[in-house]
């Protein structure tokens, strides 16, 4: 292991070993630095293999086929007819998953019998027989791997799960605002007129119900006497000061917004998908503010952009919300249970593919997925992954670097 390698993960693992001894066994993927030289390559651009005057070409085709083995054999530099040649090839996947390959004689060429699906690492174990003699190769073709003792994975945040059923929460998009629920707002007047001695709140004050408002002098009795909230809420208006009359006007106006209502336009193409009760995740961008709720009903009539209106109510009993506000929610509109799932939080680029990450013991490799429908945290796996796969899903990124700073290649 270079010293650069080893002090790139030290500076990760640092912060949590500070003041304890660091982990005693780091073993990591070998670097670029010191990668070996790159294998022989014969004319069909695959792995030369030699053995005094036999050499065996092994190559992975996949010209318009899956990728399969072809291999060509040559004695002191000249052809051997396929059909002389016995070859089988072992390939032995992480976690001790054994591909037996046999091959037939096909053209100029021996074929193997399977198909090499992703990832393309593996140790390939070689038995070859000709002419009564027996030649055998090993070695590793790893791709996408990568090896990281626990202490220092633990270290670094790597979190796995296993991959396996999962619910998804198919979710639909709007926008929308905050108002007021009709009916909690309540305009305060005097029960008897007068002239107002004093106002004892200032707009914008919480209330509750019973508090003294404003201190009336009856022109009637010509005594003094309170007007108190009926209700509890904000005092969203005043209208009046001391020493005016109350003339039987409104003076204040109460607003209760410990709940509030939600208008989120939903249009023409999701009407279908929408219904009463679906529940609902509402956002005011911007904030951390966040609700659960469930859709009530919706307006009869439309929009002039044809949105139809549905209205849902939120609780605001710690009134961090206010009417006025915009807001963006997800209304789900389907509910899918499926075999197999992975966490979004774990999926990374690798090539042409969207991959996860497998742990087997203290070694992580690139598994190539075939994804479906996403929702949530969760996506949909098809293919490439097998139940119950132990895979990364929290700083999966940490082993894709590590990954890339090995340099392991993709040999064919």
């Not at 010209?63 to 040559?74: M, Y």
């Not at 998009?173 to 629920?181: E, K, R």
């Not at 044809?306 to 009417?323: F, K, M, P, V, Y």
């Not at 190539?368 to 990364?392: D, F, K, R, S």
């Amino acid at each position: 292991m270079t010293p650069r390698k080893i002090f790139s993960h030290l500076l990760l693992a640092l912060p949590l070993f500070a003041g304890n001894a660091l982990p005693t066994q780091m073993v990591y993927a070998q670097s670029a630095e010191t990668a070996e030289a790159e294998p022989e390559k014969g004319p069909h651009r695959g792995r030369m293999l030699r053995d005094g005057d036999f050499a065996l070409e092994l190559a992975i085709f996949e010209t318009g086929v899956p990728p399969e083995f072809r291999a060509w054999s040559t004695l002191s530099g000249q052809p051997i007819a396929p059909q002389d040649v016995q070859l089988s090839v072992r390939l032995i996947r992480l976690g001790d998953v054994v591909d037996n390959i046999g091959f037939r004689a096909e053209g100029d060429y021996l074929r193997g019998d399977m198909e090499i699906y992703e990832p393309h690492s593996f140790i390939v174990d070689i038995q070859v027989q000709h002419a009564g003699q027996q030649y055998q190769w090993r070695y590793d073709n790893f791709e996408g791997r990568t090896q990281i003792a626990a202490p220092v994975a633990d270290a670094m945040g790597i979190t796995t799960e296993v991959a396996g059923p999962a619910t998804l929460h198919i979710q639909t998009p709007v926008w929308g605002n905050l108002t007021s629920v009709p009916g909690t707002e309540r305009n305060v007047s005097a029960r008897f007129d007068g002239e107002i001695r004093k106002v004892h709140v200032r707009e914008g004050q919480v209330v509750q119900a019973g508090s003294e408002l404003l201190t009336i002098d009856s022109n009637e009795s010509l005594k003094s006497y309170s007007v108190r909230a009926p209700a509890s809420g904000i005092v969203s208006r005043i209208y009046a000061a001391a020493g005016e009359q109350s003339a039987g006007r409104t003076l204040l106006t109460l607003q209760d917004n410990r709940t509030l209502q939600a208008e989120l336009a939903v249009y023409p193409k999701d009407w279908s998908r929408v219904n009463a009760g679906a529940p609902v995740t509402i956002k005011v961008p911007g904030t951390e503010l966040q609700a659960q709720t469930v859709l009530k009903h919706a307006y009869p009539s439309v929009q002039s952009d044809q949105s139809r209106l549905w209205l849902a109510t939120l609780d605001n009993a710690e009134g961090l919300l206010a009417a006025g506000m915009k807001i963006n929610a997800r209304i789900e509109t389907e509910t899918r249970d499926v075999a197999l799932a992975v966490k979004r939080s774990g999926l990374q680029a690798f090539r042409d593919f969207t991959v996860v990450y497998a742990k087997v013991g203290d070694e992580y490799e690139v598994r190539m997925l075939e994804l479906g429908q996403a929702a949530g945290e969760w996506v949909e796996v098809l293919g490439g992954l097998e139940p119950g796969t132990e895979y990364v899903s929290e700083n999966s990124y940490i082993i894709k670097a590590d990954i890339e700073k090995s340099g392991a290649s993709h040999d064919h």
